[in-house]
């Protein structure tokens, strides 16, 4: 079976799986804003045409000035992308030939990125159900970097800070970088911001991907703040115009948008809450999120499969995890949704307990 590499576009699995596509679907395998991007980015839209007729700044300077802002981080420590996947891309050349250590089950494109540029990779692997990351086991002997996903995806766990900074602490001590990918740090309600960490450890590396807070997939934006010399190494490596002009003003606007952010917070907080809820009376089990997606399983059964089949055939379309390091298909992932969305999903597992 060759199984999609990613969320979304659920027409390619059904058509791997050799299911007809229900006219009425709900892709629960992207984990993006349910509440979609902010209305400023509609109100703008054709103040943002203007400017696709000349060459995006190539240097970013406006966007990266409010991000060093909000971050209180010099610029110099700021790389623009074309989304997470590309800064992946980057720093995968950044460690070419080397050790990498992956904390997992966690995003599959660290190894994609790593393999590529001829790292020898090797896992630390998190124990189910609680996933749990303890730093005396983490085995950093001859490694030259560890990816960490925090909140870690797809299990939407969060670590504590003090478990963070031994992590550092520890890379540090063996000349490892420590790369951690925030992708979803923003939907965290209590999240203790890790720049401040950056001028005392060169060898930290944070991703941050602006998709999935502010909802614009279609639009490819993230960046990276680490050490100027890391940011320059990693700038050498990426092409010119790599981050298009409408991304760049997208962004500024979104950034400008706090109360949007608090506000996606306490939703996925409350609607989360009712899921867990009805998990727990109808006997799912399902992974301790603290974001916008997580993990749930029957686990009356071996294998996920039957469940899944049946929810597709439902027009409910969950994340497999086949290709999840140390998850093998075990547990499906879900993106929480609009409140009539997730309703409808409870629905359909209620149809499978009374079936199964």
């Not at 005396?136 to 900074?165: R, W």
């Not at 009805?278 to 071996?302: C, H, I, M």
Request: aromatic letters at 12%; a negative charge; glycine letters at 6%.
């Amino acid at each position: 079976m060759k199984w999609p590499s990613h969320g979304s576009n659920p027409q390619y699995l059904y058509q791997e799986l050799g299911l007809s596509l229900p006219l009425d679907y709900i892709d629960f395998s992207a984990n993006i804003n349910p509440l979609g991007p902010p209305q400023v980015l509609k109100e703008k839209w054709a103040d943002f045409y203007n400017e696709i007729n000349d060459y995006p700044d190539p240097y970013g300077v406006r966007l990266k000035q409010l991000i060093a802002k909000k971050e209180n981080v010099h610029e110099d420590t700021i790389l623009l992308g074309n989304g997470g996947a590309e800064l992946i891309t980057l720093i995968g050349r950044l460690l070419y030939g080397k050790d990498v250590l992956i904390v997992s089950p966690t995003f599959s494109e660290y190894e994609k990125a790593c393999r590529v540029n001829k790292c020898t990779v090797h896992y630390h692997l998190l124990q189910e159900p609680n996933w749990g990351l303890s730093v005396s086991d983490l085995n950093l002997e001859k490694m030259n970097a560890v990816f960490l996903c925090h909140p870690n995806n797809p299990t939407g766990v969060q670590y504590s800070y003090s478990t963070i900074l031994a992590v550092l602490e520890k890379c540090e001590q063996n000349g490892a970088y420590l790369v951690i990918d925030e992708a979803f740090y923003d939907f965290l309600e209590d999240y203790i911001p890790l720049t401040p960490l950056l001028q005392r450890y060169p060898n930290l590396i944070l991703l941050r991907s602006m998709t999935k807070m502010y909802s614009i997939p279609g639009i490819r934006l993230g960046y990276v703040l680490a050490n100027w010399t890391v940011i320059k190494k990693l700038a050498g490596y990426q092409p010119h115009w790599s981050v298009n002009s409408l991304a760049m003003m997208v962004g500024e606007e979104c950034l400008r948008e706090e109360s949007f952010t608090l506000h996606t917070q306490t939703y996925i907080s409350q609607e989360r809450k009712v899921l867990f809820s009805f998990f727990e009376k109808a006997g799912f089990e399902y992974s301790p999120s603290r974001v916008n997606f997580y993990l749930v399983r029957d686990s009356s059964l071996t294998d996920q499969l039957p469940l899944f089949y049946f929810l597709l055939k439902k027009g409910i379309v969950p994340r497999h995890t086949f290709n999840f390091p140390n998850l093998e298909g075990r547990w499906l992932r879900f993106a929480v949704k609009s409140k009539e969305e997730n309703a409808r999903l409870m629905e359909v597992l209620s149809e499978w307990r009374q079936q199964n």
